[in-house]
Structure formats: structure tokens, C-alpha cells
């Protein structure tokens, strides 16, 4: 599993709260992505990290910021929870100095009411 | 970034028959083309991939196939079992640039191996 976990792995939470997931790694991997899933849309990267402080938006950004203060953590906020957040978030790592191998966390399970 | 289409979106099979699945990508210069399975509840998992100097890998019972001139790569998946079952992504690179690694995913095929 690439040492890789996510916390929560469920969390449920009310329009308009802020939420913070928690991506860690144990390899000291360069590279960590957000992803978001949802039916019919395969996984849609949120946004990325490319080293410490290092990060830029993905595809569909809007609504999120990433924070990456060491390594081991990338972190991923919703400011301001909406519906249409509600989804699975996968974390991920590149194995290796900007290959396009990714190895994938267990997800996280969040829904917005 | 890149475009990646798949193919079919639900594919259903008889236990022993073969399953294909096709992605098409839109950028020329994409050089990597990984398969993900995704089983209920889980994460995906890298399960093959291949990169542009070849055209074909085999690993048991899975292969993928590439075809730069139309720009598509297939997953093929032969003597299929109901293990098989599961949510498949194709993925390319993003275009352009320093990649950083960043992958598009296509939206995935469900196939189902009825036993």
C-alpha cells in the first residue's frame, strides 16, 4: 500500500463547515495528489504536490486548498462544505522522482447534508 | 491537459470468455498508460501499464495494447473469472509541460463476470 493512509475514512458534516482531510505518507515521496471520485466521472485530481510548500491546482479545484507543511502530509480543505462535495477522496504518491506510477490511499468517505 | 475516453462503460461476461477495454487519449506525446482495478469499497490498484516504446505487455492473464498512430490502448483480460469483477480505469499522462507526474483517468468500465 505504499505506506499511505487517510484520515477520516468517513466523515459526515454540515453545509458550510470546514473540513480538512489528512493524507500521510511513511516513504518520503515527492509527489502526493488529490483526487476526487464520483459515478461516471473516474477520479478527477483536486489538486497536487510536487515537494514541501510545493503545490498547484488540478482539474477541478474549486472550493479546495491544499496544505503541504512536511513531507509525510499533504492536507486538502474545504473551506466551506457544500453538496456537491460529497464524494470519496483518494490521496496518492508517485513512487519515484516524477514518474507517472501512482499508488493510491484507502479513500476517505465524505458527505455533506 | 489531456482527454481520455473509455470504453465501454459496463461490460458483462461469462466466466472463461474474454473482456477488452478501450481508452483513447488526445495528446500525441503521452508516453505512459497505466490500468487501474478498483474493487467494491476499495482503492484502485495499478494492476498493469505501458509505456510508448512497446506495443504490447502481457502479465498471466491481463495485457494491454497501445497504438500510437490512433492514439488508443486497450486492456485485455482472457479467461475471465467472477474475481475479475470489478471497476477498471485507464489513465495518460497530463499534457504538456513538467507533468509532475499528474495523470488523467478515464471514467471507467464495470465488469461484471457472471460464474
Known amino acids: 500500500d505504499a505506506g499511505i493512509t487517510q484520515s477520516p475514512r468517513h466523515k459526515v458534516t454540515e453545509t458550510g463547515t470546514p473540513v480538512t482531510l489528512r493524507c500521510h505518507q511513511t516513504?518520503?515521496?515527492?509527489?502526493m495528489y488529490w483526487y476526487r471520485q464520483d459515478p461516471g466521472h473516474g477520479l478527477r485530481l483536486i489538486h497536487y504536490?510536487?515537494?514541501?510548500?510545493?503545490?498547484d491546482k488540478g482539474e477541478v479545484s474549486d472550493g479546495y486548498s491544499v496544505s503541504r507543511s512536511k513531507t509525510e502530509d499533504f492536507l486538502l480543505t474545504l473551506e466551506s462544505a457544500t453538496s456537491s462535495q460529497t464524494s470519496v477522496y483518494f490521496c496518492?504518491?508517485?513512487?519515484?522522482?516524477?514518474?507517472?506510477?501512482?499508488?493510491f490511499g484507502p479513500g476517505t468517505r465524505l458527505t455533506v447534508l | 491537459g489531456e482527454n481520455v475516453e473509455q470504453h465501454p462503460s459496463t461490460l458483462s461476461v461469462q466466466e472463461g470468455d474474454s473482456a477488452v477495454i478501450k481508452c483513447t487519449y488526445s495528446?500525441?506525446?503521452?508516453?505512459?498508460f497505466p490500468w487501474y482495478k478498483q474493487e467494491l469499497g476499495k482503492r484502485p490498484q495499478l494492476i498493469i501499464d505501458i509505456r510508448s516504446n512497446v506495443g504490447e505487455k502481457k502479465d498471466q492473464r491481463i495485457a494491454v495494447t497501445l497504438n500510437k498512430t490512433a492514439k488508443h490502448f486497450s486492456l485485455h483480460i482472457t479467461e475471465t473469472q467472477p474475481e475479475d469483477s470489478a471497476v477498471y480505469f485507464c489513465?495518460?499522462?497530463?499534457?504538456?509541460?513538467?507533468?509532475?507526474?499528474?495523470?488523467?483517468f478515464g471514467q471507467g468500465t464495470i465488469l461484471t463476470v457472471h460464474p
Open positions: 516513504e518520503n515521496h515527492r509527489y
Open positions: 496518492a504518491i508517485s513512487l519515484t522522482s516524477g514518474s507517472n506510477e501512482q499508488f
Open positions: 495528446d500525441s506525446a503521452s508516453n505512459y
Open positions: 489513465a495518460a499522462p497530463f499534457a504538456g509541460g513538467t507533468s509532475y507526474g499528474k495523470l488523467t
Open positions: 504536490s510536487y515537494g514541501v510548500k510545493d503545490t
